[in-house]
């Protein structure tokens, strides 16, 4: 029986996290023979951390995208998916190398995570390629909020690999080595404004949560004062501009609008009626 396609991207997905617990596994080694303060201690946390939130959870996230566009007969082009799947697992392993720049400025890292970049880019052409015949046909079936919620996401992830990309400069790669609030900012735009979100837009398409436009909103504001906030941080430091006093304040308060609107949507989830007609 041929493997369906979401269940092909699951499978990568799994196989990565597997193989992003090598990371973990060598600390222990690495500890006992050469130090916490090696090189390789560090480069084995990244290693874990680059399989985790650019492999497992990013192919997880479009596997369970392309299990709706088949459960909706959208017919996906197989030619151009069997493209995207070999350059996005060739574009996955050259850009661990980005995380390795701190260690070495060598021209070779630089070469294999540009080249892991444009593939992963190339690979994303191919998997428009693969549903854009059909593509309307699912998205016309969708209410206006879950059209919203899809095009933020595409944009966030867009914009997540842009800054993936640009990482792989020689000036932008040495200011997110030494500024900690450029990684900071990078993962809290990926998890919060990518991952947690495309979990709410799947329980909320299939009917497992209720999630209205006051909540969604509430976690977007959240979500774009925070990214703000942490963006402006680490530019105060490399444009030497004067820090905004009780910064750290306002991003707590901005953080807290997170807590409110997931409250809401719980709450709003476990009273409000049941629906008939759950998608899955």
Not at 57 to 70: D, N, S
Not at 118 to 145: H, P, V
Not at 148 to 164: A, D, E, P
Request: glycine content about 4%; proline content about 1%; some cysteine.
């Amino acid at each position: 029986m041929k493997l369906k396609k979401s269940f092909l991207l699951i499978k990568y997905a799994l196989l990565y996290m597997v193989i992003s617990s090598l990371g973990p596994w060598a600390l222990g080694a690495i500890m006992t023979t050469l130090g916490s303060e090696s090189v390789w201690y560090k480069l084995a946390i990244y290693f874990y951390l680059h399989f985790q939130y650019n492999a497992w959870f990013v192919l997880a996230a479009i596997g369970l995208m392309v299990f709706l566009l088949e459960r909706s007969k959208v017919k996906i082009e197989n030619r151009a998916f069997s493209k995207f799947i070999v350059l996005f697992n060739i574009g996955i392993v050259g850009t661990f190398f980005l995380s390795c720049l701190w260690a070495s400025s060598h021209w070779s890292l630089y070469l294999l995570s540009n080249l892991g970049s444009l593939t992963l880019w190339i690979g994303l052409y191919y998997l428009w390629n693969s549903i854009k015949s059909e593509f309307s046909t699912f998205y016309l079936t969708l209410s206006n909020q879950s059209r919203f919620i899809l095009q933020f996401l595409v944009l966030v992830f867009l914009l997540k690999l842009l800054m993936q990309t640009l990482s792989g400069i020689p000036y932008i790669a040495e200011i997110a080595t030494s500024n900690l609030d450029v990684v900071i900012g990078y993962l809290h735009w990926f998890f919060l404004g990518f991952i947690s979100l495309f979990l709410l837009f799947l329980a909320s398409y299939l009917q497992w949560i209720k999630l209205s436009n006051f909540n969604l909103g509430l976690y977007l504001l959240a979500f774009i004062l925070t990214e703000f906030l942490i963006f402006y941080r680490a530019t105060t430091v490399v444009l030497q501009w004067a820090f905004l006093p009780n910064l750290n304040l306002y991003l707590a308060v901005a953080s807290l609008l997170f807590s409110v609107s997931i409250i809401g949507i719980s709450l709003q989830s476990i009273f409000a009626p049941q629906s008939k007609t759950q998608r899955f």
